[in-house]
T-cell receptor, first 112, second 116 residues
């Protein structure tokens, strides 16, 4: 079956702009989580959606937001981009915690 | 406040020998632990997990041990193969607050190098 698909793979944006990243989970998975990976901070949890509702949220500023659609696809949005937002953004989907979370290949965001 | 710690940034092992990757945590409410393997420019790949009600889980060459009293878990890879060379992350979940899903707290990772 198809894995978790994230688009785009690479993105370059200017400070102050906003960006939207997309994630298509594995078919049948209703939980979608987002993570930010940077060299200094490692993998950090952004938020998780389940059945179109945000179920968990990490410690990120309000500039980071997300949503989930009825087909479980999810988007995350970052407004007023800062240089420090440059990172690999990973999406993961799951049928349940005990099945583990399957990650996509990520979107590499560079803010210049 | 790093709740999940992997104190060894790197580990080098000879092919065929055992690799032991360690992970410590501070939050006693964590009740589920996972190990992931990651190659550069790819997302993490799920390896193996363990519930806090168990102290060992085995899957092929991979075994995870959990010592709840010490708040410590370890991943054993036997025998190690060059293809195992990657960054390994441990992750924990569960805060006892009922919201068990989705929020994984990751360690900083250990880069494993298996030499032929």
């Amino acid at each position: 079956k198809a894995g978790v698909t994230q688009t785009p793979r690479y993105l370059i944006k200017t400070r102050g702009q906003q960006v939207t990243l997309s994630c298509s989970p594995i078919s049948g998975h209703r939980s979608v989580s987002w993570y930010q990976q940077t060299p200094g901070q490692g993998l950090q949890f952004l938020f998780e959606y389940f059945s179109e509702t945000q179920r968990n949220k990490g410690n990120f500023p309000g500039r980071f937001s997300g949503r989930q659609f009825s087909n479980s696809r999810s988007e995350m949005n970052v407004s007023t981009l800062e240089l420090g937002d440059s990172a690999l953004y990973l999406c993961a989907s799951s049928a349940g915690l005990h099945y583990g979370y399957t990650f996509g290949s990520g979107t590499r965001l560079t803010v210049v | 406040d790093q709740q999940v710690k992997q104190n060894s940034p790197s580990l080098s092992v000879q092919e065929g020998r055992i690799s032991i990757l360690n992970c410590d945590y501070t939050n006693s409410m964590f009740d589920y632990f996972l190990w992931y393997k990651k190659y550069p420019a790819e997302g993490p790949t799920f390896l193996i997990s363990i519930s806090s009600i168990k102290d060992k889980n085995e899957d092929g060459r991979f075994t995870v041990f959990l010592n709840k009293s010490a708040k410590h878990l370890s991943l054993h890879i036997v025998p190690s193969q060059p293809g195992d060379s990657a960054v390994y992350f441990c992750a924990a979940s569960g805060d006892g607050g009922g919201n068990q899903g989705g929020k994984l707290i990751f360690g900083q990772g250990t880069e494993l190098s298996v030499k032929p």
